[in-house]
């Protein structure tokens, strides 16, 4: 039962490079997420998804890129790579059949830890 | 501006101690409180809050969620160093995406 699945688990990019962060779910889940944290920051929403073809801005969107061409994929991009965008990357999916309200609560991958050099 | 604020920061207890998490927060549509527990990788859930004054227990591992005061707390009995992780606070907006705001975590280590 493989839920959320990211790739790479670590990576190191120069500054000015360019990189796609890879998610996957086998849920079925409508909604998904993508997450920094930081220390001590605790989670950052940078993307969201409530479907296929459907992509929104969260609270740090600067910088990132997503898609949502599937309802298991939901890619984030990083077109040129800066020192602040060294963290730790989480990806997260739920299911909602209301648009406004879930009673299910968000499931994490394993997560993909980037340092820019 | 959202904003969940959980305290301690950081905790240092022996096994067998009984520690209390706090997690107050202010939003504007709140839909629901919930807990992680985050060890090495992935944010597990444990709990998810709706109503005041229900308990929701699993094992040692309990919370209850104040509607009122605008808190929830995580209580930990007969701690093990298994126990030992971050422990995060999210409340869930009633807005469009179902979204999450988190706190900073508590950052939970018992010693043996």
């Known amino acids: 039962n493989a839920g959320v699945t990211q790739t790479p688990k670590f990576r190191i990019l120069k500054i000015g490079q360019s990189m796609t962060l890879q998610c996957a779910q086998d849920?079925?889940?409508?909604?998904m997420y993508w997450y920094r944290q930081d220390p001590g920051m605790g989670l950052k929403l940078i993307y969201y998804s409530v479907g296929a073809g459907i992509t929104d801005k969260g609270e740090v969107p600067n910088g990132y890129n997503v898609s949502r061409s599937t309802t298991e994929d939901f890619p984030l991009r990083l077109e040129l790579a800066a020192p602040s965008q060294t963290s730790v990357y989480f990806c997260?999916?739920?299911?909602?059949?209301?648009?406004?309200?879930?009673?299910?609560?968000?499931?994490f991958g394993d997560g993909t830890r980037l340092s820019i050099l | 501006e959202d904003k969940v604020v959980q305290s301690p920061l950081s905790l240092v207890v022996h096994e067998g101690d009984t520690v209390t998490l706090n997690c107050s927060y202010e939003v504007t549509n709140f839909r629901s409180l919930l807990w992680y527990k985050q060890e090495k990788k992935a944010p597990t859930f444990l709990f998810m809050l709706?109503?005041?004054?229900i308990e929701k227990k699993s094992g040692r591992l309990s919370s209850i969620l104040d509607k009122k005061e605008l808190f929830s707390i995580l209580n930990i009995t007969a701690t093990q160093t298994g126990d030992s992780a971050i422990y995060l606070c999210a409340v869930g907006i009633m807005e469009y995406g179902n979204k999450l705001v988190f706190g900073a975590g508590t950052i939970l280590r018992v010693k043996s």
């Open positions: 709706t109503s005041s004054g």
């Open positions: 997260a999916s739920s299911y909602s059949d209301r648009q406004l309200y879930s009673n299910q609560p968000q499931h």
């Open positions: 849920m079925n889940h409508n909604y």
